[in-house]
């Protein structure tokens, strides 16, 4: 039966919807290792997480779902990096072998690895507690990385899309009191679901930002948090350099860009927690050096993408809000932080 | 107390024991992504396994003694594959944090990648049932991989080192009726603690028999599984070329190196089933074409390396066993096989 069961696994895995003829890939899956060759200029640019079940989603999700959302939370940081995907490793613990399960699973990979050309490279599936965890590879050019380390003084902070909508969906989705699936209506439900299950790794605005974005970071733990990490890395606080200035940041909260589905749902008092400090949203946070801006505006334009100049890095420590009316305040929000914190990255 | 535990699991893990200044890594943990740039000529060769608690090592098990072999067992795939360690990445879940555990763990860790100069380059830490998956990357000249699929009529195969020891070692220290580890030496306990938790990675042997053997293989499953992989691999069993033929093997039971310990410990009627069925040895098993094998055996023992010629490739189909007395018979082995089968690599 074991012998049975992983050829079963085999057969959902090992599929053409799952591997792609790249440049970049000289042996897949089937052996020892994979081999990849690096086209000259170019550096890989890599990433885990790990996704346990009751931890990162709900007990019982959707398996054609719940692939979705670990292929692209995973390949959000390769576009938080400016990297273009190549391919990924699939490390897969399941307690008991269903095919149906499988069945969903591979889909779901296959349908958003396919959206990516992100090949599969290798894996491992092993018996245990239903755990995912992703590796996922891609290309820079040398020297054109977005890491969070470049902000400066006078740059401008922007995100991508819309904020909140994850943080919003997740007591939905995980059946908490007060908040009941079936009160919302067929689109508030969808909105919800892909919001969680869906978010969009932004691959190519991360592309087209390098060059222009002096730091970039995707939006996990949320914007506060996320916004904290480049603010640490791109200053004193990172520790490495004494020279540095310590950097803050001041945010405009009337321009924390919101879905107008979510605005619909969040209650008032709500609405900026929610989006300040609410986690996987997977939207990119950057900061641009004036002169830049009208350029990687118009680049965000071209690809059709909301892209909301949110404030800017100033000298200090420290976030503070700036309301309508010009008043500012030190944020007192928190970013969303599952136990243990996660990445080490 | 989440972000407490953070910053804890930060401490034990951003050390400098872990990370190595090492041609090909731009940018190591800290950012979205590490950062590899491949030297010219060379692929990148990269392997991922999880070892799940309860079922690829004893729950309560000694966190030094896990790290060591969690990394070991990774470092193999690269022996395999010919390729020379650079970095790894960690994805670890842990159920609660304790500090013991996170120094034992991070101190095993350290000892192994010290060793290989193989560098962490990032990472991600959840809350879940203990899970350690560990993705290796190493260098490999190009087109210089020992892949499964090289192996030809006529090719002598060789093992290294000693087989069986790891399959003797599981039952003890797993303490199953009839398995005392009380009851055995000071020596012996020593002896089967090291074969099951500090295999050897053939590194060094691996780098040497590039260019000199057609294929090769790490012992994970079994010798028996995993030489019928290479021959699966290299004949028509692959499916990919009709032209070819399928391969089989025949090994001379008298030739199968068993370490006097093993010969000392185990039944006389377990030895062989053991030594060919039993996995986790990480020894490599290897194909030699016969112009390659006196260079070979040479390049082995400068590494002071047992390698042992312990049978032939044939035409045909599945392995033979010939005994001292030259008379042959079909094997009726099978390859140890955890649930589900492990990698689709």
Avoid at 317 to 334: F, K, T, V
Wanted: proline share 4%.
């Amino acid at each position: 039966m074991a012998l049975a069961e992983f050829e079963l696994i085999r057969q959902y895995f090992n599929i053409d919807a799952l591997t792609f003829e790249r440049t970049g890939i000289v042996l897949g899956p089937g052996d020892d290792c994979a081999l990849l060759d690096i086209p000259k200029g170019y550096n890989l640019a890599l990433s885990v997480d790990t996704l346990n079940e009751g931890v990162h989603f709900p007990a019982g999700a959707d398996a054609y779902q719940l692939a979705q959302r670990c292929l692209r939370v995973n390949l959000s940081d390769l576009a938080a990096m400016g990297a273009e995907p190549l391919g990924f490793t699939l490390a897969l613990s399941l307690p008991d072998v269903s095919e149906s399960w499988l069945q969903g699973f591979s889909q779901g990979l296959s349908a958003c690895a396919g959206n990516y050309r992100c090949s599969l490279l290798g894996g491992d599936t092993t018996r245990g507690p239903l755990a995912i965890t992703i590796q996922v590879h891609g290309l820079v050019a040398a020297g054109q990385a977005l890491r969070r380390s470049g902000a400066s003084v006078g740059d401008a902070i922007y995100v991508t899309g819309t904020l909140g909508n994850a943080a919003l969906a997740l007591p939905y989705l995980t059946h908490q009191s007060g908040y009941e699936l079936a009160d919302l209506s067929a689109e508030q439900r969808g909105f919800l679901q892909v919001a969680f299950y869906q978010p969009e790794p932004r691959v190519d605005a991360g592309l087209a930002l390098t060059g222009l974005a002096s730091a970039a970071i995707d939006v996990s733990d949320g914007l506060a948090s996320d916004l904290g990490h480049i603010l640490q890395a791109s200053g004193s606080g990172s520790g490495s350099d004494s020279d540095m200035a310590a950097l803050g940041a001041i945010i405009d909260t009337a321009q924390i860009p919101l879905a107008a589905e979510f605005a619909g749902l969040a209650a008032a008092h709500d609405a900026l927690p929610l989006a300040l400090g609410g986690g996987d949203d997977y939207e990119l946070c950057v900061t641009v050096p004036p002169q830049h801006e009208a350029q990687a505006q118009a680049a965000m334009k071209a690809l059709n993408l909301r892209f909301s100049r949110i404030g800017e890095v100033i000298a200090g420590s420290g976030i503070m809000l700036r309301d309508a009316n010009g008043e500012s305040q030190p944020m007192r929000l928190s970013g969303y932080r599952h136990f243990g914190g996660g990445d080490n990255e």
